[in-house]
């Protein structure tokens, strides 16, 4: 498939649990952040995003926090299903632009 | 898939030949990019289009030139190829700017031997 996933951080939660996915950002001018999901031999899925003018977002259960004073970003999934498994990436972007930065993601793993 | 087709998925080519990629959308959306995918690396952009005939360069542009005479065909060619670029390509696009979310294709696994 086109997944990357060698030699990525692994998060391994228990079915039920909830999952706490974090991102550092480097660049502190960046305004506009996004949380995608890849699937093994599948492009990133849009999950859900947030402006730089807010700290919170929900959506169905996830919910992306932002602080911006030390640069971090955190996806958080309620009840983490095994169709979660897959490998997580944040991405930013400056100047209310759309070309994204993104992170090296992270190999999220649902057990049974 | 947000309507957006790339071909083809896999391709095996020669180092010093001309590879072209091909990316289509149905959104009729004005943005588009190509993004390559590598292990440590993340995504990074190698250029993108801000409409027909309009594109500019990514920050990993060497070696690639891209073309885009209709809205819905995003093309990234590989003038001569090299095992550096063997890599998994990804098209995306997007409705407007101003921070709106990008929409991937499945991407094209292509191996320079």
């Known amino acids: 498939g086109e997944s990357v996933g060698l030699h990525l951080p692994t998060l391994s939660v228990q079915e039920g649990d909830n999952s706490i996915i974090n991102c550092a950002y480097s660049?502190?001018?960046?305004?506009?952040f996004i949380w995608y999901k890849q699937e093994s031999g599948k492009g990133p899925q849009f999950i859900i995003d947030?402006?730089?003018?807010?700290d919170k977002r929900q959506g169905q259960r996830v919910t992306v926090l932002l602080n911006k004073t030390v640069k971090h970003l955190s996806l958080q999934i309620a009840a983490t299903q095994p169709g979660d498994s897959a490998v997580y990436f944040c991405?930013?972007?400056?100047?209310?632009?759309?070309?994204?930065?993104f992170g090296t993601g992270t190999q999220l793993k649902v057990e049974l | 898939d947000a309507g957006i087709t790339q071909s083809p998925r896999h391709k095996v080519t020669e180092t010093g030949t001309p590879v072209t990629l091909r990316c289509h959308q149905t959104?009729?959306?004005?943005?588009m990019y190509w993004y390559r995918q590598d292990p440590g690396h993340g995504l990074r952009l190698i250029h993108y289009?801000?409409?027909?005939?309009?594109?500019d360069k990514g920050e990993v542009s060497d070696g690639y030139s891209v073309s885009r005479s209709k809205t819905e065909d995003f093309l990234l060619t590989l003038e001569s190829a090299t095992s550096s670029q063997t890599s998994v390509y990804f098209c995306?696009?997007?409705?407007?700017?101003?921070?709106?979310?990008?929409?991937f294709g499945n991407g094209t696994r292509l191996t320079v031997t």
């Open positions: 995306a696009i997007s409705e407007r700017t101003g921070g709106s979310p990008l929409h």
């Open positions: 289009s801000y409409g027909v005939k309009d594109t």
């Open positions: 959104e009729n959306h004005r943005y």
């Open positions: 991405a930013e972007a400056t100047g209310g632009g759309n070309k994204l930065t």
């Open positions: 660049n502190s001018a960046s305004d506009y």
């Open positions: 947030i402006r730089s003018n807010m």
